[in-house]
C-alpha cells in the first residue's frame, strides 16, 4: 500500500492544468469536415463521371450514395467516441456504423435484383481496389495519429471503424468518379474489400491504439 | 476531478486515493494474489493519469475509471494467461508418462529388503514372514510365539520406520 501512496503523490505532484480533449461530437464533426474537403480534392484532381446528372435520377444509385455517406458519417461518430474510455458514455451511438452497414447491404442487394438485365462488368478489376486504398491511405495515417492522442479501451473496434471510415471516403469518391454501372464489379471490388480493410483495422489498431 | 485537471495538486491525490479505495474490492474479487492486485492498482492509476484529459467533468467519473480499470484488467489476465501457456508443458512431452500404471505400487518387498534388514530383528523378521513368504499376522504370532496384537504393532512400527527413511519430505 505504500507502494501506492507513493505513486498518488508522484501524480499529484504532476497535475499541472492540461487542455481537455473535445466533445466527440467536436472530433467527429471535424472528421466529416475534413473528409468532405479531402473528397472534393480528389474529384478536382480525378474529375467526375460523365453521366452524373443522368445516374443521380436513378434511385438505388442515390440510395447507395446515401448509404455510403451514412456510412463515412456514423462511423466518424463512431470513432470518435471509441477513442474515449468510457465511449463518452454513449454506447449506442458509437456501434450506429454496423447497423448502417446491414442497411447497406440490404441497399446493395435490392440494388443488384434491380440491375436487370446486369450492366457489363468493366475491364479492369483490382485497380478500383488499389486506388480506393492508396486514396485512403494519407486519411488513415492522419486518423490514427488523432486516434492515438486519446485512450481507447476499445482499440479493436475503433481501429475497424477508423478503416471503414476511410475507406468509405474512398468508396463515395471512386462510385462518382469511375464510369461503371455493374453492381457485382462494385461489390467485389469496392465494398467487399472495405469490409476486409475494417478487419485489417481491427488487427491494427490493437498495435497503433495502445497506450 | 475538475479541479484535479485544474492544476490542483491536493484534489488531484485525494481523486487518487478514492479512486484506489474505490477499485481495491473490484480488483480483490478478480485476483487473488496481493502483489498481483497492487501492481494492477498502480497501472491503473498511471492509466487514469495518462488518460485525465479526456474527463471533462460533465459526465459520472465512475463509467470513465471503471473503463480503464477493466481495459487494463483485461490486459492483465491476458498477458498472466498467455505466460502460464508459454510456461506449460507440452501434452506430447508427457504422453510416455501417462502411460505408466497410477495404480499399482512401485514398491515391492524386495526393493526395500536392505532397509528391512538395518530394522530390529523382530520387525524384520516380522515384515519378512508378512511380505515376502505371505504369512499372516496370526499365522506368523504362532510361528514365532507372540500374540497377534503384538504382531500387528511390532509391524506398524516397522512401517513408521521405513516410511520416515524411504519417503522424501
Known amino acids: ?211 | 476531478m475538475k479541479q484535479a485537471l485544474s492544476g490542483d495538486n491536493r484534489a488531484y491525490a485525494l481523486l487518487l486515493g478514492e479512486t484506489s479505495r474505490l477499485l481495491k474490492p473490484f480488483l480483490s474479487k478478480r485476483l487473488s494474489s496481493g502483489s498481483d492486485i497492487d501492481d494492477l492498482l498502480q497501472e491503473i492509476l498511471i492509466s487514469v493519469h495518462k488518460a485525465r484529459h479526456t474527463y471533462d467533468g460533465n459526465r459520472p467519473y465512475k463509467p470513465w475509471v471503471y473503463a480503464i480499470a477493466v481495459f487494463r484488467l483485461k490486459d492483465f489476465l491476458r498477458i498472466h494467461y498467455a505466460d502460464q501457456l508459454h510456461h506449460a508443458v507440452e501434452l506430447s512431452e508427457v504422453e510416455d508418462y501417462l502411460l505408466d500404471p497410477v495404480t499399482e505400487t512401485v514398491v515391492s518387498y524386495e526393493s526395500i529388503s536392505g532397509e528391512v534388514n538395518k530394522l530390529p530383528d523382530k520387525q524384520a523378521t516380522i515384515l519378512r514372514l508378512m511380505h515376502h513368504d505371505g504369512y499372516t499376522a496370526k499365522e506368523i504370532a504362532t510361528k514365532i510365539g507372540m500374540n497377534e496384537s503384538a504382531v500387528k504393532v511390532a509391524a506398524h512400527r516397522a512401517y513408521k520406520i521405513l516410511k520416515a527413511k524411504l519417503v522424501r519430505p
Open chain 1, 1 to 211: 500500500m505504500k507502494n501506492i501512496d507513493d505513486l498518488i503523490s508522484t501524480l499529484s505532484k504532476d497535475a499541472t492544468t492540461i487542455k481537455i480533449a473535445p466533445h466527440p461530437f467536436n472530433v467527429g464533426m471535424g472528421w466529416i469536415g475534413v473528409s468532405a474537403i479531402y473528397l472534393v480534392v480528389l474529384w478536382i484532381f480525378s474529375d467526375v463521371r460523365h453521366d452524373l446528372t443522368l445516374k443521380l435520377s436513378d434511385p438505388w444509385f442515390v440510395a447507395e450514395l446515401v448509404m455510403l455517406i451514412g456510412i463515412l458519417i456514423s462511423s466518424s461518430f463512431s470513432a470518435a467516441l471509441l477513442i474515449y474510455p468510457d465511449l463518452y458514455q454513449k454506447k449506442n451511438i458509437a456501434f450506429l456504423p454496423i447497423v448502417v452497414i446491414l442497411v447497406f447491404a440490404l441497399v446493395i442487394f435490392f440494388a443488384w435484383l434491380a440491375n436487370s438485365p446486369p450492366a457489363p462488368l468493366p475491364i479492369h478489376s483490382v485497380e478500383c481496389t488499389i486506388s480506393i486504398t492508396l486514396a485512403s491511405l494519407l486519411p488513415i495515417l492522419w486518423t490514427l495519429y488523432l486516434m492515438r492522442k486519446f485512450a481507447s479501451t476499445h482499440t479493436r473496434l475503433a481501429g475497424g471503424i477508423s478503416f471503414i471510415l476511410v475507406f468509405s471516403i474512398g468508396a463515395i469518391w471512386i462510385r462518382i468518379y469511375e464510369q461503371n454501372d455493374s453492381i457485382l464489379h462494385v461489390i467485389q471490388w469496392h465494398y467487399l474489400p472495405m469490409l476486409g480493410f475494417g478487419i485489417i483495422g481491427m488487427w491494427l489498431g490493437k498495435t497503433a491504439l495502445k497506450w
